[in-house]
């Protein structure tokens, strides 16, 4: 069976259960913040901390091109072929095979080959948002790489990201790309009102509270997928600050709750996966509950909102 083959017979919407992936999972999150802090080392801050995110590709996750000096590279995640693709703008390539190994080897085998493309980088040593956080050139402790589960995952991120990207479309506000963020590992796409928000108190772990001041300094509406939660994963929603009332708002689909552990709205992945339409379970969702936290928070909507088939020719392209 050839690559596209193998492709092909995998359902659009995979099922992966946490509890099947977890050691693999834990190494690969340790993997996408050391390649997102070598982004983080060159790209210009941008609101929100965009400049750090990482994004799903036809092959995996990637940078996109990163400013080094007078020219760009970018770092690719490939959960195809299984390596992660290094490559610069004045032609240089290099590539790391995704295998199982540990954290350091893979932080050391990453730094080696930058420096022989002419782009050592130096990062912060030890990870975000995780507890504990071992230093990366220490971490012996993650070190499991199951390519099958990476593959499924990316499979995952493709269809959130293609749902989540439609959605986005609705909106001409601010709004951020859909983005993977590497601290707490989960897809994300961010609405905003236009108005400041209170300050943010942070408390993420190993991770500076103005971190999250500046993340959070704008009324927002965010939802998103994270691989940890569940039985497959969640795809959640939340609103900072939260208005009145939001936690008791009628959203759907009827699998959709409201976690107070959590402080959001949290779908289940599975409800998704086995939903005779995934796409518009997944749509209400999203729509569902940004409808809660704009009408509490009266948002001004008509200016806010668009429909993004207003410039379809009736006959078609």
């Not at 995952?153 to 601010?174: E, N, P, S, T």
């Not at 709750?257 to 339409?277: K, N």
């Amino acid at each position: 069976m050839d690559t596209r083959e193998a492709h092909r017979a995998v359902p659009p919407w995979p099922r992966l259960r946490v509890e099947d992936w977890g050691d693999t999972r834990e190494t690969l999150h340790m993997w996408v913040q050391i390649v997102g802090k070598i982004r983080l080392a060159h790209a210009p801050l941008l609101n929100h901390w965009w400049q750090v995110t990482l994004y799903p590709s036809p092959r995996g996750l990637t940078t996109s091109a990163v400013p080094y000096g007078g020219e760009v590279f970018d770092v690719e995640f490939d959960f195809v072929d299984h390596c992660l693709r290094l490559r610069s703008s004045d032609g240089g390539l290099r590539t790391v095979r995704l295998e199982a190994m540990t954290v350091a080897d893979f932080a050391a085998r990453v730094h080696r080959a930058l420096e022989e493309l002419g782009l050592p980088t130096t990062i912060q040593d030890h990870p975000n948002e995780v507890e504990p956080a071992i230093p990366f050139s220490e971490d012996h402790r993650h070190h499991t790489y199951d390519p099958h589960a990476a593959h499924l995952f990316w499979r995952q991120l493709l269809q959130a990201d293609r749902v989540m990207g439609a959605f986005r479309a609705r909106f001409v506000g601010k709004a951020s790309p859909v983005h993977f963020f590497w601290g707490a590992m989960d897809l994300a796409c961010t609405r905003f009102s236009g108005r400041r928000a209170p300050r943010h108190q942070g408390g993420a772990p190993n991770c500076g509270d103005w971190v999250m001041v500046e993340g959070y300094s704008h009324e927002l509406s965010s939802c998103g997928f994270w691989p940890g939660g569940g039985e497959e994963g969640a795809f959640y929603s939340y609103a900072y600050p939260e208005p009145a009332g939001f936690s008791a708002s009628r959203v759907t689909p009827s699998d959709a709750f409201y976690s107070r552990q959590h402080g959001q709205f949290l779908l289940p992945y599975e409800a998704v996966r086995t939903a005779g339409d995934p796409d518009a379970a997944l749509t209400g969702f999203l729509q569902s509950t940004y409808e809660a936290a704009a009408e509490g928070a009266g948002w001004d909507r008509a200016s806010l909102e668009t429909d993004p088939g207003r410039w379809a020719p009736a006959g078609g392209r």
